[in-house]
């Protein structure tokens, strides 16, 4: 059973930076794509940023880019968000969520249906 767990959120002030870490387990991620999600109260959840595990390759919104940065570690099994230069509308429930690919395409995976495995979530709160 995959298992995606969230940590790292918290409260930071406009312009400081967080980095929010998934610990998955139960398979082996190679064929995954990784992906995190957030959703603000009363609004959809929204793609933020993916990354083909195995490939490392990565696509970003837009409203995020330039800004935030997406990894994996292989030895530890972790994906990580790197958030920079946050902004109040970047505050949001984060969740990570995880994708097994059975053909690889090189597309990047944005849709929230296209994900099976999702983590609880972390709390972002940046203030102005």
């Known amino acids: 059973q995959v298992q995606l767990v969230e940590s790292g959120g918290g409260l930071v002030q406009a312009g400081g930076s967080l980095r929010l870490s998934c610990a998955a387990s139960g398979r082996t991620f190679s064929n995954y794509a990784m992906g995190w999600f957030r959703q603000a109260p009363g609004k959809e959840r929204e793609f933020v940023a993916t990354?083909?595990?195995?490939?490392?390759?990565?696509y970003y919104a837009d409203s995020v880019k330039g800004r935030f940065t997406i990894s994996r570690d292989n030895a530890k099994n972790t994906v990580s968000l790197q958030m920079n230069s946050l902004k109040p509308e970047d505050t949001a429930v984060y969740y990570c969520?995880?994708?097994?690919?059975?053909?690889?395409?090189?597309?990047?995976?944005?849709?929230?249906?296209?994900?099976?495995?999702w983590g609880q979530g972390t709390q972002v709160t940046v203030s102005s």
């Open positions: 969520a995880a994708t097994y690919i059975t053909t690889y395409s090189g597309r990047p995976y944005t849709l929230s249906y296209e994900y099976d495995y």
């Open positions: 990354i083909n595990w195995s490939r490392g390759n990565t």
